[in-house]
């Protein structure tokens, strides 16, 4: 089966500019997630969409971060206006949705932002 | 607050060598702890899922711990080769539905021909 698709792959901007990054899940899978991982870090979840729904967004900059995942499927994530911060390689993963069992998490290729 | 340690940070091995990393979180309440491997430009791949009950997995060469009371896991690469150089991430799964993953901050690993 096909993995999660990530795009695009790099993007430079300069700072107070807007990005959009697009994730394509695992066919059938019904979580998907947002991860930003800034160079030397493990990644930290931005979002969590269960189906259409957001599950967990705790970690999500509101103020210039968003997330939408129309019908269920493909998902975008939006900054704007950027911050040199931002800069950091932005993963997609998804998962199946079983009650009362461990759903793996695949992950795609990742998006490598830099802010300049 | 979940918080997940890695040490070490980045570590040089000869080929051939056994070698062990290690991963420590501050909540035992887990559900689960997965080890990952990240190669340069590519996502994550999972290598070893270790369920809270259980106290270590194996695949091959690699066999991964882990002792919830302590708050530790190792993975263990055994007979280390070039190829098994890559930065291995843990993370550990919450309790839930969300089984949302905290990671540590990954050990660089390069074994050297």
């Known amino acids: 089966e096909a993995g999660v698709a990530q795009s695009p792959r790099y993007k430079i901007i300069e700072k107070r500019q807007s990005v959009a990054f697009w994730c394509n899940p695992i066919s059938g899978h019904a979580t998907l997630y947002w991860y930003q991982q800034i160079l030397g870090q493990g990644p930290k979840l931005l979002i969590q969409f269960q189906n259409n729904g957001v599950v967990d967004d705790s970690q999500l900059p509101k103020d210039r971060f968003s997330a939408e995942r129309l019908k269920g499927v493909d998902s975008t994530l939006k900054i704007q206006p950027a911050k040199l911060e931002d800069s950091a390689v932005y993963l997609c993963a998804s998962s199946r949705y079983r009650i009362s069992s461990y759903n793996e998490q695949f992950f795609g290729p990742g998006t490598r932002l830099t802010v300049l | 607050k979940q918080e997940v340690t890695q040490i070490p940070a980045a570590l040089s091995v000869p080929e051939g060598e056994n070698l062990v990393l290690n991963c420590s979180f501050t909540?035992?309440?887990?559900?689960?702890l997965q080890w990952f491997r990240q190669d340069p430009g590519k996502g994550l791949t999972s290598l070893l899922l270790i369920q809270s009950s259980q106290r270590e997995q194996t695949s091959g060469r690699l066999n991964a711990s882990l002792d919830k009371s302590s708050g530790r896991s190792t993975l263990y690469i055994a007979a280390s080769q070039p190829g098994d150089s890559a930065t291995y991430l843990c993370a550990v799964g919450g309790e839930g539905g969300a089984q949302k993953l905290v990671f540590g901050q990954g050990t660089r690993l390069t074994i050297n021909p």
């Open positions: 909540d035992s309440a887990i559900y689960n």
